[in-house]
């Protein structure tokens, strides 16, 4: 079983749709990180996360330090959003990924 | 205010060259990777370090090597570039919970 387990491993939305993507991992970490990357593009860190919520624009991230979960929202997606994202635990000096999420939004 | 650099977009080198990626991060972190990324496998990650002088191999060490003489700079060494070696080269840097990409060394060996 990976560490960091995300899902869903693709996902297609219309423009405007609620997007949910999950990340769950199964040991202590210092911090999450959602990460996007678009295609042909530099990956970038779009939160940091050890607790709670955070919200930018239209992007929300949550974490559940109990249960060792995150998600990350986007609300009224748009084509710009296309992109992959990507849960990533920091845990020591380690760093550990899911495996992405591919996210197509369709006009 | 870029934090994580990488000395090259884009480098073409022949088969049996060495090649040297640099990476230098301006955040006093304690930790940078080096991954390779290519289509359908994800971030591979080829060496870690986590002090000066300190490195850890990855998942995929063989035929590279790297080194780390300075806290911010963190060196990638093709002892001698193959065509496999072909493929996109991304540092990141974490410290404080704080994680950073460069924006990557896209490398053709012919």
């Known amino acids: 079983k990976n560490e960091v387990e995300q899902s869903p491993q693709n996902l297609t939305a219309q423009e405007g749709e609620f997007i949910t993507i999950n990340c769950s991992y199964s040991?202590?970490?210092?911090?999450l990180h959602w990460l996007q990357q678009h295609p042909g593009g530099g990956i970038v860190s779009l939160f940091m996360?050890?607790?709670g919520k955070k919200k930018h624009g239209r992007l929300i991230a949550t974490i559940n330090i109990q249960e060792k979960h995150s998600s990350l929202h986007i609300t009224a997606s748009h084509p710009r959003d296309s992109a992959v994202y990507i849960c990533?635990?920091?845990?020591?000096?380690?760093?550990?990924f899911g495996a992405g999420t591919i996210l197509r939004v369709k006009s | 205010d870029v934090k994580v650099t990488q000395s090259s977009r884009y480098l073409v080198k022949r088969t049996g060259e060495k090649v040297f990626l640099e990476c230098v991060q301006d955040?006093?972190?304690?930790?940078m990777f080096w991954y390779r990324q290519d289509p359908g496998l994800g971030l591979r990650l080829i060496y870690f370090?986590?002090?000066?002088?300190?490195?850890e191999k990855g998942d995929i060490p063989e035929g590279y090597s790297v080194s780390r003489e300075k806290k911010e700079r963190f060196s990638l060494i093709l002892e001698s570039a193959s065509t496999n070696q072909t493929s996109m080269y991304l540092c990141?840097?974490?410290?404080?919970?704080?994680?950073?990409f460069g924006e990557g060394s896209r490398l053709t060996v012919l």
């Open positions: 955040m006093d972190h304690e930790n």
């Open positions: 040991v202590g970490i210092s911090a």
């Open positions: 990533a635990v920091i845990r020591g000096n380690k760093l550990v």
């Open positions: 996360l050890s607790s």
């Open positions: 990141a840097s974490t410290g404080s919970g704080e994680l950073f």
């Open positions: 370090s986590y002090d000066v002088k300190m490195k």
